[in-house]
């Protein structure tokens, strides 16, 4: 048989967007996106809540930089409570570091410096005590990194280290158990409270991680890629636990995937190479991206 | 046709050693072969002095200084050779020196490696290296040296009053070398080695979890201990066992500083039990060397020689066993 | 064009924007445990480093004030009289001799016996116990081996190692003391090349047997130049452990103040059957403990030892930062 032909990948192509007719999906909503180019991917969005949408962050012309080079340039993002906001875009495009600046988690880099204001309810978070703030502002890491202690300590972290005074621990059984129910944890390690933490399975113990974040009641929880170390199940769970979050807390969700941006993100902001592309519902940037680029990386033509 | 690959039989044939295989082979296994010798000879040794005292050797009574001297001068039929020892004020001074050295040390070397990670700005943390290696590298004899010359007789003018000195002149002559100085310059000698090490475990603790107590609005200070310190238990335990086992090896420096005889400070005497002089187990090798041509004495000496040896090994044992419960929460 | 064509135009400020935050939390905020948790910390380093200074310091400032240069040079000899007492010459030549031999004698065995662990290994039970042995001599306290070689030395075979009166060995001599110290480096050595050997990636050594070459021949050509840093840096901090080292020396070398050799006999084997004394073990004699009382002296010979120590650290620790760039061939 002879090898089959190869074919030349045209760089020279121009960008294009091809309307593909809907594909009727049946049952749950977990796109099965087999890399479809866009402007027809069907993934159903997220369901409507009634919840009104308050704005507790807002970022105002931030620019990041690492040293000399330029990670963020001037980005004007609202963060609203009621609603998620999914970040996408290519690696190395900067929605990671703008992340972690709203928890001001940059300055733990020595070259990190940052300009504009970010404000948390009007304040300006540089103005707030830090360790106030990121009680504030809590964030879940990529990597599921519960700590080497219980699942019940591993909880109550945050809850024990806050104040000079350390609660007892029942005062606080019902913050921690609160915080799992939330989590969705609670029914799994309701009896296995003080098992280590780091027994359990990963999608557990990415629910832990939002569970100890949870515990101390932040206003705003930040998420990066949380569910791309994670199994489909783990992941649709996640996913459910952000759009029941979304009505008390505002969600920030830092994807590469554009499936799951599309299943859960009531706005979606695009980053390229630092600057922000597009920001705007999540039909719109899915169906009717307005900006090329946009419509470039939805589609598939790079990532 | 048959493809399925041949059914592996047993283990993979290996390949025959080749002669420099042998000749180190037999190289290593003779080093060992020397060292089980020496560890043998050494407890082989050791025997008469433990079978003639039994496990009364380990127990106090009548004046160590008087027995050694006995032991000395024995006279020279074997039949008549004299191994009566009782030699706790040895072993107790072993176990206050370095207990205290231990005890106060480790809490430093904690908080000094602390500093050195974490809490310190950049270019003190720069200077600390340095100042570490310089306190490892100094020899035991500048240390003793030091010690003798410089702290002992500023201790003997500020610290002993007269009337103590001349109450207990008596029994037991105090100058500035006692239990005080020895515990503390043996403190400064093993807390450069728990630095090291416990400095290297606090940086190898992953950043992911210093990251997500951050995140979690822990500040530094309790970010460090809950999360850094609790994760270098092990390490922790280790810089200890090290520690405690140059401690029990350190012959010159105590020599020098011990205060030159053998007693058991009393803790009754409150603050002049620190003043008082102790004579810890290698220093007493050290003091008696110069008898070893008396035989008993040498077996004496040896059976010291062996006491010291097993506790080394006891003390590898304590390290590894404290380490298993340890490593329930952690990852590794 | 492609997608991916142009990035956007830089941003119009050339310089990164200003700092505007405290890159560290302050402690202010702190609650009042922590802030004193954090003050015994301060307390710690600056004890730590003030203790290190004064005893750098003062030993600089007594040397400086009691060395001179004639001492270097100069035969030690024994007078109650200080000015007359001579230099330390004869217990620097000892430190060097007792350092060499110990050298001499623990390079080869202990790269020996690196090789064959990591190399080799086989029967596995025979390397565990041959780790445990090295690890066992790594423990013992100097002065139980120093006992150990008393014996040893004196009444078995290798008695004609050791420094004898009218035919009765005393255990003591150059050799005897030098044999002993290369115990005392071994694990040293042993240590620092087994971390080399397995630093070197396995894909080096399969090229090499790839080519044709026996395991031996890799270890002679290939093995033994990547970790001459390795064994570079273990000699340096056995050097320093001997250099260091008194209870050894007090013990086995006979303590006489000039080197003496043996009566009779080859000059070089008669020189390593005598006795004498080293740095350490003068500074041990002039102290109050010994017989010397000559604290001047002692303080002139302890400061050339603690400049000698830590110029061999100071070494150690350049070969083994540097070991980085010689090695990048090996990535």
């Not at chain 1, 169906?287 to 090329?292: G, L, S």
């Not at chain 2, 180190?24 to 003779?30: D, N």
């Not at chain 3, 570079?232 to 006489?256: C, E, F, K, S, Y």
């Amino acid at each position: 048989m002879p090898p089959p032909p190869i074919r030349k990948i045209s760089l020279d192509a121009p960008p294009t967007v091809v309307h593909v007719p809907p594909i009727p999906l049946n049952g749950n909503g977990n796109g099965n996106g087999h890399g479809a180019p866009a402007g027809g991917l069907h993934t159903p969005g997220p369901p409507s809540s009634d919840a009104p949408v308050i704005e507790r962050m807002r970022c105002n012309a931030v620019t990041i930089a690492y040293g000399p080079k330029v990670a963020v340039n001037k980005v004007d993002l609202p963060i609203s409570q009621g609603e998620v906001l999914a970040m996408i875009g290519p690696s190395g495009c900067g929605k990671t570091t703008l992340l972690r600046s709203l928890n001001r988690l940059t300055e733990l880099t020595p070259s990190a410096s940052r300009g504009g204001v970010i404000s948390l309810d009007g304040q300006d978070i540089d103005l707030l005590e830090v360790t106030a703030l990121r009680k504030r502002v809590s964030m879940v890491f990529q990597q599921p990194n519960p700590f080497p202690m219980s699942v019940f300590d591993n909880v109550a972290y945050s809850l024990r280290e806050g104040g000079s005074k350390r609660p007892r621990k029942k005062e606080l059984m019902e913050p921690v158990e609160r915080a799992l129910t939330r989590a969705g944890l609670w029914h799994e390690v309701r009896d296995n409270l003080d098992h280590p933490a780091l027994r359990l399975s990963g999608g557990q113990q990415q629910r832990l991680c939002i569970a100890r974040s949870l515990a101390a009641q932040p206003e705003v929880l930040l998420m990066d890629e949380p569910c791309s170390a994670l199994d489909p199940i783990s992941t649709g769970k996640i996913e459910e636990l952000i759009l029941e979050l979304r009505e008390q807390i505002a969600v920030v969700i830092v994807t590469h995937n554009l499936q799951q941006a599309q299943r859960v993100a009531d706005r979606v902001a695009f980053m390229y190479l630092g600057e922000l592309v597009e920001y705007a519902s999540g039909e719109q940037i899915f169906n009717a991206p307005q900006a090329q680029r946009t419509r470039d990386y939805v589609g598939g033509a790079f990532g | 046709m048959n493809d399925a690959p041949p059914r592996a039989r047993g283990r993979t044939p290996r390949r025959p050693p080749e002669r420099a295989e042998l000749w180190l082979g037999a190289l290593a296994a003779t080093l060992l072969v020397l060292i089980l010798g020496m560890l043998f000879f050494v407890f082989k040794e050791a025997w008469p002095s433990f079978s003639h005292n039994g496990l009364a050797w380990f127990g106090s009574g009548g004046s160590t200084q008087q027995q050694l001297a006995a032991i000395y001068e024995s006279p020279s039929n074997p039949d008549d050779y004299v191994y009566h020892l009782r030699a706790w004020p040895l072993i107790y001074g072993t176990l206050l020196s370095t207990g205290l050295a231990v005890l106060f040390g480790l809490p430093f070397a904690l908080l000094c490696a602390l500093f050195m990670v974490e809490f310190a700005p950049p270019g003190v943390q720069r200077l600390m290296t340095p100042v570490v290696r310089f306190l490892a590298a100094v020899p035991s004899v500048v240390y003793g040296l030091i010690g003798i010359l410089v702290i002992a007789p500023w201790i003997d003018r500020n610290l002993v009053s007269a009337e103590f000195k001349l109450d207990v002149n008596a029994l037991v002559p105090i100058s500035g070398g006692g239990l005080l100085l020895a515990s503390f310059i043996l403190m400064v000698m093993i807390v450069p080695i728990m630095i090291a090490i416990i400095s290297d475990a606090l940086r190898a603790v992953p950043r992911a979890w210093i990251e997500g107590s951050a995140a979690l609005g822990v500040n530094r200070w309790r970010t460090m201990w809950k999360v850094a310190v609790r994760t270098a238990r092990p390490a922790i335990a280790a810089a200890v066992v090290l520690a405690t086992a140059r401690a029990l090896g350190e012959a010159i420096m105590l020599a020098m500083v011990s205060g030159s005889f053998i007693w058991s400070p009393n803790p009754l005497d409150g603050l002049n039990f620190f003043l008082e002089p102790i004579m810890p187990l290698a220093a007493t090798i050290v003091g008696q060397q110069e008898g070893f041509s008396a035989i008993p004495l040498g077996q004496t000496l040896y059976a010291i020689a062996a006491v010291l040896l097993v506790s080394s090994a006891l003390l590898s044992f304590a390290g590894w066993a404290v380490r298993q419960p340890l490593r329930r929460y952690a990852t590794r | 064009m492609s997608a991916l064509a142009t990035p956007p135009p830089q941003p119009g400020s050339a310089a990164p924007p200003p700092r505007r935050t405290r890159a560290r939390d302050s402690a202010t905020t702190w609650p009042l445990r922590d802030r004193i948790g954090l003050a015994f910390c301060w307390a710690a380093g600056i004890t730590l480093t003030v203790v290190a200074l004064t005893i750098l310091l003062y030993m600089c400032f007594k040397g400086i004030t009691q060395l001179r240069p004639s001492m270097l040079v100069t035969h030690p000899s024994g007078a109650v009289d200080q000015s007359r007492s001579g230099g330390f010459l004869d217990p620097i030549q000892g430190t060097l001799l007792l350092t060499a031999i110990g050298i001499a004698i623990a390079v080869p065995i202990g790269v020996s016996v690196a090789l064959w662990l990591v190399e080799y290994g086989r029967p596995a039970a025979l390397a565990r116990a041959v780790e445990s042995a090295v690890d066992v001599i790594a423990g013992a306290p100097s002065v139980v081996l120093a006992l150990f070689g008393l014996s040893f030395f004196s009444e078995t075979f290798f008695s004609f190692m050791s420094f004898r009166s009218e035919d009765t060995a005393f255990g003591r001599s150059f050799m005897v003391a030098g044999t002993v110290m290369s115990l005392i480096a071994l694990p040293l050595i042993v240590g620092a090349t087994r971390e080399a050997l397995l630093q070197v990636p396995n894909h080096v050594r399969e090229a090499s047997l790839a080519l044709g070459k026996t395991k031996a021949s890799t270890i002679r050509a290939v093995l033994l130049p990547a970790v001459r840093p390795g064994i570079a840096t273990g000699t340096a901090l056995g050097m320093g452990r001997i250099i260091g080292d008194t209870a050894i020396v007090v013990l086995l070398l006979g303590n006489t103040l000039t080197t003496q050799p043996r009566d009779g006999g080859i000059f070089g084997l008669s020189l390593l059957q005598g006795t004498g004394s080293t740095l350490t073990s003068y500074i041990y004699g002039n102290s109050p403990v010994g017989e010397g009382n000559a604290p001047q002296k002692a303080y002139a010979a302890a400061f050339v030892l603690l400049l000698i120590v830590v110029a061999l650290n100071a070494l150690a620790t350049r070969i083994a930062r540097g070991r980085r760039k010689d090695t990048a061939w090996i990535r």
